[in-house]
């Protein structure tokens, strides 16, 4: 057994029920506890056909600035973090510029507070229809590109992974899964999984009249 990080029941246990994760941390082997208290990665959202750029996670408090390479000279955008209004209990903030910037697939997305800086290619990508009947969204992307696909809320129990094809069509396919009905929200994206940056879309059921 390696005993260096070898945690025993009453730690365990004692990480079990404390609901603060400094307390929790402390109680763990060197190494381990500060794995667990570790500040969490800022990342990065961009959604072309908004013309808007989301960070997560930067500290508390912290301006954050966005630049985009192609963007006009002396374009800088600052925001404040702050735990979000809705519940979500990360913190977030969010740039919105259409009229000023058109976002474009290649662009260079900065955002930083000054020590974290992330950064993000823009990505090919659209959902192009919804089709309730079939409980189906449709879109297009680049030959090969991985999509994720969900209804806003349900995330981790309803997400459908699809790649694209060689004519760059993409089809997330929910049936049995969820039931898509008029009102249902929903995102596309393509994620970076090194850096946890992403290209995003919204989608929507519009309802039948």
Known sequence: MDTKHSI???????????????ICASLLPSGLGAAYAQEPTPWLIAFPENDAVEGWEWPAGTTVYLTIDNAPDGFVREGTAAVTTWGDPRTYVRFDFAGAYDLKVGDVVMLTDGVTPQTHVVQNLSATAVEADADTVAGTADAGAVVQVWPHGFDQTATVQVMAGDDGAWLADF??????????GGRSQILDEEAGNATAVDWYVH???
Request: hydrophobic fraction near 45%; proline fraction near 4%; aromatic fraction near 8%.
């Open 8 to 22: 025993n029941r009453t730690t365990i246990l004692a990480c079990a029920i404390t609901a603060a994760t400094l």
């Open 175 to 184: 049936t049995g899964l969820f039931d898509l009905v008029a009102g249902t």
């Open 207 to 209: 309802p039948r009249y």
